[in-house]
């Protein structure tokens, strides 16, 4: 358990300036949970040898590590590394440079977690000004089928 808390501590990076505090605590005492400032996030796939890790970048602050859960406070969507296709977002493969911006709406895709059932060890990154939707497609109606 030492060493993985120590590989959690290793992996995680956490930069920000005077300016634009990052507010960092946890969910449960065991998921580290980062508010970045409400400003766009810019995604950066970092490859070195044997190594891969995610860094999201806002103007003033970054978070890097190999697996992060984005979200809203109350839901979590995976973005992760597959060390074939490269990062993954909602289980589809996005590019490095992809942006974040502070007022998008991402439409949720099956799969996705609450904040409050993530994991032990898990980093949650919250990004102010994104609307995670979770909203449920509308039920086909007789007419709809008949059409």
Partial sequence: ?????????????????????????????????????GEDATLVYLEAPGDFTLRLETENSSVESRRIFLGDGEVAVELRIDPVKGPLFQGEEIHSGHVFKKDATIKLRPGYKKASELRPGSVYVI????????AKPKALTL?????
């Fill in 127 to 134: 990004l102010p000004g994104v609307t995670f939707d979770a």
């Fill in 143 to 147: 007419e709809d089928l008949l059409q």
């Fill in 1 to 37: 358990m030492l060493r993985l808390a120590s590989a959690i501590t290793l992996l995680v990076v956490v930069v920000a300036f005077v300016d634009t505090p990052v507010r960092a605590g946890s969910l449960d005492s065991s998921v580290v949970q980062i508010r970045l400032p």
